[in-house]
């Protein structure tokens, strides 16, 4: 293979292009930059000349066969074949005994299987583009001949790619836009490319230690109209994403696959969920990471080989290609949310307990819930209604009977300091007689609804029976939905919104009057989806909405639906929106917030619920949560606690449970569980204004809330796929309990200083498993060494939380030093960080002193006191403590854990405050 480097500078503007065309047609492309653009940065990539053979297969030579096993591509993935079939398509056939139902493939591509040929590449407004033809048509019905290439290099640390056709416009995935947070330089990019002529291929590798990230070369580009696939290879096997599924946090490359076509199915293995997130990240192994996503909402399947490669394949769309270069893991995550957009900001009330069942199917009932809790003292903020509230399952209506006090009982449930949040689903019933049901009516006369191919309303069937499906793709349907949420509002006025059904699930296969026999329905390739058809659970993917088909747009339902509801509740409320959306897509956390489903309550989906949950903040969306205690079958008092230990811990906590199962409200147990629930609860409630200075960080920095290890330690090899434990922020680790009987956890605690939040209990870590004991009552949770967590007295609501005294903890380092911070406002308003309307405090430790500094004040924070500060790690025993220069009588110390605790404080948080020791 001979090699010819080149320099290409992706500039912008004008260059000089200089083109050498060899005697053996290798292709090499330079660009000088003018002078006024000689200060961007250098983008080298080589020019790489591929073997070439004929496409007849009688001509194949055997070397091109000579693959490792596991390097295979499969040139069979729409259908077996035999070995006629396998080498008319020029691919190599050679069988291997037979393991089980997957494995290496028995019909594989070629060394250098024919495919497009790169021509020249020109520069563009925004990078630059090459033509890629074919010589010969490949096995695929309606190839695409001609593609067109367009490499931008949009920052010094992402890489853009496109493949489309030039001729004829194809559909492209709308409302995922990118999202520019200030100027990003161009300077020292991390990255060269590589293009492969022909067969075209492109590499891309780290310019800092030279290693190759990606290699499309491995295997061919193919291009039809309902088949696209790129192959490539993979720096590390650690990788994570592509969700959402019912994983691990790393993926299991073992000639597995995983399909994204969002649909209604309750959590378990090989099963395609919720939600699609064509985006994953890559440790490299040195503590450097990568991460890659493909811009395309059509259903996907991506097949994994423990070469380690993947090969994409989606049946519409384009091929639309971000590289994010890192190179930490966590710089990663904020490069891929400058492209979806950072997620919003949550209302503060959001962060406390919420409580939910399919199954309150009164006024009566409902209140009966809230009083019962606030009986045993376990705080509740939120109380929730399912679809018992609607009449006959009617969204936007409220039963006479049952809840014919439904506004009264929500204004009862405010003047408790409370909140409220009903479901509210897309399908809109169709089977009322004219003029009983005015939605749909209304809807009707608008066209606000979603189409089958013949033009004719399309008509499925959820709860309420026969329902239409509006098309939220329609600016008209965005404002008939904002119309009917805000005449809602105005007899109910709920606090959020829960939109659930919005993969669209559908109980009949397509409609009621079934789909086309059509190459949209069934494609010439179908990924392994369950039902094993496009329509299996949702609608026909021929029926027609504004922008375009079903079958683009699938996959963007939920994401549509949560951007309609977001933009209604601002209308109506004026503050921040509260949706709760269960389908996803990437960008729905500038909307929404997300729950994992329908989980069963065992012990297995406990343990999955934190790689859930940790997948998601990854995706974009940090406020997500699993269904406490689980949603499906009947839970047990230990399942219970142990979940509601957890649980507390999730970003969203809401405990929720269907009909036919047994209660599971925390009062519903013995006074030992109802204690170790309040207890765990009131921690959570006193760690608020800690995990709401994280939402700020993941909504104005993209910083994650929930963290997988490998985040925050991304060079300790032991943190790479532990998933069984995870952290908020960078400072405090939570070791939960997931099995059955079991009364100590096996913890690692990454190298460093580690304190018990519960007492301050000190462990220096090497980096090692340790046993913790953990009775019933005990979750185990450890705070870092130079960390400052802001806490707050804990009360049966947000509302009269915000109102108590404060609490430092701090764990100090070896050298004595420690750091941390509040942002603060009033937990409600719209754009309070945007318009400067918040107060932030610097919190740091030197020596034998802790400082509390106002940054900024808005007035937030007045009347709110410091009332008591914890320092772990104090090594020798104080005599005499000080708060602000007055000496403080009411300090004790524990020489065994040298905890120092000063209590009895009422010092102003809007003045600094200074806590010193001697």
């Given at each position: ?27 090499c492309v330079a660009f000088s930059p003018s002078k006024e653009r000689q200060h961007s940065s250098n983008i080298s990539y080589r020019i790489i000349k591929a073997q070439k053979y004929s496409h007849n297969v009688s001509t194949v030579p055997r070397d091109q066969c000579g693959i490792a096993v596991e390097r295979r591509i499969d040139c069979a993935r729409d259908r077996s074949l035999s ?378 069937k959820v709860w309420p029976g026969p329902t239409a499906f509006p098309d939220f793709t329609n600016p008209t349907t965005q404002d008939w939905w904002m119309d009917w949420i805000k005449d809602f509002y105005n007899k109910v006025p709920v606090d959020g919104l829960w939109i659930d059904m919005n993969e669209p699930s559908n109980f009949v296969q397509g409609s009621v009057d079934g789909c ?48 309609a509801t977001h933009r209604a509740l601002l209308k109506v409320k004026k503050t921040r929106p509260f949706v709760l959306s269960r389908s996803s897509f990437p960008g729905l956390g500038r909307f929404s917030a997300h729950w994992t489903g329908d989980v069963r309550s065992d012990w297995e989906q406990l343990r999955f619920s934190i790689p859930a949950v940790l997948l998601f903040g990854l ?300």
């Amino acid at each position: 293979m001979a090699i010819i480097r080149c320099l290409n500078t992706f500039a912008v503007l004008t260059c000089v292009l200089l083109i050498i065309v060899y005697e053996d047609n290798t292709i090499c492309v330079a660009f000088s930059p003018s002078k006024e653009r000689q200060h961007s940065s250098n983008i080298s990539y080589r020019i790489i000349k591929a073997q070439k053979y004929s496409h007849n297969v009688s001509t194949v030579p055997r070397d091109q066969c000579g693959i490792a096993v596991e390097r295979r591509i499969d040139c069979a993935r729409d259908r077996s074949l035999s070995r006629a079939e396998c080498e008319s398509r020029g691919c190599c056939y050679l069988p291997l005994p037979q393991s089980g139902l997957r494995g290496p493939p028995w019909c594989f591509y070629t060394v250098f299987y024919p495919g497009y040929k790169m021509g020249p590449m020109l520069p563009t407004e925004r990078g630059h583009r090459a033509i890629l033809t074919r010589s010969a048509p490949s096995y695929l019905p309606r190839d695409i001949h001609t593609l067109q290439l367009d490499v931008m290099a949009e920052t010094q640390d992402r890489l853009h790619l496109t493949l489309k056709d030039p001729t004829s416009p194809r559909y492209e995935v709308p409302f995922v836009k990118s999202q520019s947070k200030g100027h990003k330089s161009m300077e020292n990019p991390l990255y060269d490319v590589d293009f492969q002529p022909e067969p075209f291929g492109f590499s891309v590798r780290r310019k800092s230690n030279g290693r190759v990230l990606l290699n499309t070369t491995i295997g061919p580009l193919l291009f039809a109209d309902q088949y696209l696939q790129l192959s490539t290879s993979l720096a590390s096997s650690t990788v994570s994403g592509l969700g959402e599924h019912y994983t691990p946090i790393t993926l299991d490359l073992d000639w597995s696959s995983v399909s994204l076509w969002n649909r209604d199915m309750a959590p378990h293995r090989s099963a395609n969920l919720y939600g699609s997130h064509p985006f994953f990240l890559v440790q490299e192994g040195d503590g450097q990471a990568h991460g890659v996503f493909l811009l395309n909402s059509n259903a996907m399947e991506v097949f994994m080989q423990p070469a380690p490669a993947l090969t994409w394949v989606t049946i519409g769309g384009i091929l639309d290609f971000f590289i994010f270069l890192g190179p930490s893991p966590q710089s990663v995550i904020q490069q891929y949310q400058e492209v979806i957009g950072y997620p919003m900001m949550p209302p503060y009330w959001s962060l406390g307990f919420h409580l939910c069942r399919w199954g309150y199917t009164s006024t009566n009932i409902t209140r009966t819930v809230v009083q019962l809790m606030r009986q045993a003292k376990i705080p509740l903020d939120v109380q929730w209604n399912d679809l018992d509230y609607a009449d006959q399952r009617r969204v936007f209506t409220f039963d006479p009977q049952r809840f014919g006090d439904l506004p009264q009982m929500v204004e009862d449930f405010h003047q408790l300091g409370m909140k409220y949040v009903l479901i509210l689903d897309p399908g809109i019933s169709s089977a009322s007689p004219p003029g009983s049901y005015k939605p749909f009516d209304d809807g009707l006369k608008k066209g606000v609804f979603i189409n089958n191919s013949t033009g004719q309303i399309l008509i499925g069937k959820v709860w309420p029976g026969p329902t239409a499906f509006p098309d939220f793709t329609n600016p008209t349907t965005q404002d008939w939905w904002m119309d009917w949420i805000k005449d809602f509002y105005n007899k109910v006025p709920v606090d959020g919104l829960w939109i659930d059904m919005n993969e669209p699930s559908n109980f009949v296969q397509g409609s009621v009057d079934g789909c086309p026999d059509s190459e949209l329905e069934k494609p010439p390739y179908t990924p392994g989806v369950i039902g094993g058809q496009l329509n299996s659970g949702t609608l026909c993917v021929s029926a027609q909405q504004y922008l375009s088909n079903h079958y683009n747009l699938h996959n963007l339902y939920g994401l549509t639906e949560a951007i309609a509801t977001h933009r209604a509740l601002l209308k109506v409320k004026k503050t921040r929106p509260f949706v709760l959306s269960r389908s996803s897509f990437p960008g729905l956390g500038r909307f929404s917030a997300h729950w994992t489903g329908d989980v069963r309550s065992d012990w297995e989906q406990l343990r999955f619920s934190i790689p859930a949950v940790l997948l998601f903040g990854l995706y974009g969306i940090p406020l997500v949560g699993a269904d406490v205690c689980g949603f499906g079958g009947d839970t047990n008092e230990e399942l219970c606690v142990r979940w509601t230990q957890l649980g507390a811990f999730y970003p969203f906590m809401r405990n929720h449970n269907d009909r036919p199962n047994a209660p599971q409200e925390p009062y519903v147990f013995s006074q030992r569980a109802q204690d170790a629930m309040r207890m765990v609860i009131n921690l959570r409630y006193s760690l608020l204004p800690f995990l709401y200075t994280l939402f700020h960080h993941a909504h104005t920095s993209a910083s994650t809330v929930a963290r997988p290890l490998f985040l925050q330690f991304p060079t300790d090899p032991d943190c790479r796929s532990i998933d069984r434990q995870f952290l908020w922020g960078s400072s405090l680790l939570i070791s939960p309990v997931l099995e059955q009987g079991a009364v100590e956890v096996m913890a690692y605690l990454p190298p460093g200083t580690w304190y018990s939040l519960h007492n301050g209990q000190t462990y220096y870590s090497k980096g090692q498993y340790i046993v913790f004991p953990a009775s019933l009552d005990t979750i185990i949770v450890h705070v870092r060494e130079r960390s400052i967590i802001p806490q707050q007295a804990p009360a049966l609501t947000t509302a009269i939380s915000r109102k108590n005294p404060f609490t430092l903890t701090v764990g100090l380092s070896v050298g004595n030093l420690a750091k941390g911070e509040l942002f603060w406002d009033d937990g409600e308003s719209l754009d309070t960080f945007e318009r400067g309307d918040y107060s932030y405090l610097l919190f740091f430790a030197e020596e034998s002193y802790v400082v509390s500094k106002p940054i900024k004040l808005n007035g937030s924070l007045d009347g709110l006191v410091l009332g008591e500060v914890r320092v772990f790690g104090v090594q020798t025993p104080p005599t005499a403590v000080w708060a602000n220069g007055q000496k403080v009588p009411d300090f004790s110390y524990r020489l065994d854990t040298k905890v120092l605790t000063v209590a009895g404080l009422e010092l102003p948080m809007t003045a600094k405050i200074t806590i010193q020791w001697s």
